[in-house]
């Protein structure tokens, strides 16, 4: 069988090779840095979100006796890009060279996600154990708290694929 993380290793290799090169020019722009630092603070209310609404103790129980982690399954991190790894670099995230669980995402550490900058299907999932925990206005409020995450990756995304394309570095994004 195909070792999944090989192609998830070689989109790390690719994320750090590009912090190594790109970090310090990035870091000198002004409109880099304050999308960065919106991110940053959404992912935080997203995270003081979930907490009120105890989706940590919900989502660490399939993390720790699910086998394969639940919804955070192998293959997910192969699904992840170059870009999205190389913002988690500017928090300092260390990525893993092994999954915590067997047959688990590779970004799956002990107690949960260990990564700030998440792709779409990571921060949008609702398995049914949560939506049938929320109540309909607080599930609202996840998602559009998700929602506004989302779209200020995105345009963080943006941001660096025309960075990265007006200095001929063309880099594959796709899973
Ligand atoms: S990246 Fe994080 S949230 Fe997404 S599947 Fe992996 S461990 Fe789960």
Redesign the pocket.
């Known amino acids: 069988m195909k070792d999944a993380n090989k192609d998830v290793f070689s989109k790390i290799e690719t994320a750090k090779g590009l912090y190594d090169r790109f970090a310090q020019a990035l870091r000198e722009i002004p409109g880099f840095c304050i999308l960065l630092e919106d991110y940053r603070k959404e992912i935080g209310q997203s995270r003081c979100m979930m907490e009120e609404l105890g989706l940590p103790e919900i989502c660490s129980h399939c993390?720790v006796f699910v086998p394969g982690?639940g919804?955070?399954?192998t293959e997910?991190?192969t699904w992840?890009d170059p870009f999205t790894l190389l913002i988690n670099l500017f928090w300092g995230i260390d990525f893993p060279t092994r999954p915590y669980y067997k047959d688990?995402?590779?970004?799956?550490a002990k107690d949960?996600?260990?990564?700030m900058a998440?792709?779409h299907?990571?921060v949008n999932y609702l398995c049914h154990r949560i939506t049938s925990a929320l109540s309909e206005e607080d599930l609202a409020k996840l998602t559009s708290q998700s929602g506004r995450e989302l779209y200020i990756g995105w345009r963080l995304e943006v941001f660096l694929e025309e960075f990265f394309h007006s200095r001929g570095v063309f880099v594959g994004i796709m899973g």
């Not at 688990?104 to 799956?108: A, D, I, R, T, V």
């Not at 949960?112 to 990564?115: A, S, T």
């Open positions: 993390a982690g919804c955070c399954g997910i991190a992840y688990s995402c590779l970004f799956l949960g996600c260990m990564l998440r792709y299907f990571c």
